[in-house]
Nanobody, 126 residues
Framework: QVLLVESGGGLVQAGGSLRLSCAVS????????MGWFRQGPGKEREFVAS????????YYKGSVKGRFTISRDNAKNTMYLQMNSLKPEDTAVYYC???????????????????WGQGTQVTVSS
């Protein structure tokens, strides 16, 4: 009975910042590599960023690299996404999940948990 709870989204102007959190319960958190995904209006869910079990290895979608930073606190069973220099094209519902891959950038097919959380809405205005 894994539970994923995303939070921290909101409405922000272009160039602004948000910090998203993903709290995980029902699983041993540090057993899993984790990732952030997003789904914009009329679009398919896509990979954004991922982080290995100990936080040493990260991957980013090219369009967010240099602007977003993924991190995790295993003692708190929580993963974070610091988003800076936000753009309107970042507008989406952001979700978290475990991922099974660590030798390449994950895709939506690499998700481990069968259920998703409610997501958190990020809206960037111009």
């Amino acid at each position: 009975q894994v539970l994923l709870v995303e939070s921290g989204g909101g409405l922000v102007q272009a160039g602004g910042s948000l910090r998203l959190s993903c709290a995980v319960s029902g699983r041993t958190f540090d057993y899993y590599s984790m990732g952030w995904f997003r789904q914009g209006p009329g679009k398919e869910r896509e990979f954004v960023a991922s982080i290995s079990r100990n936080g040493a290895l990260t991957y980013y979608k090219g369009s967010v690299k240099g602007r977003f930073t993924i991190s995790r606190d295993n003692a708190k069973n929580t993963m974070y996404l610091q988003m800076n220099s936000l753009k309107p094209e970042d507008t989406a519902v952001y979700y978290c999940n475990a991922v099974s891959v660590l030798v390449r950038e994950p895709t939506i097919t690499d998700v481990v948990f069968g259920s998703w959380g409610q997501g958190t809405q990020v809206t960037v205005s111009s």
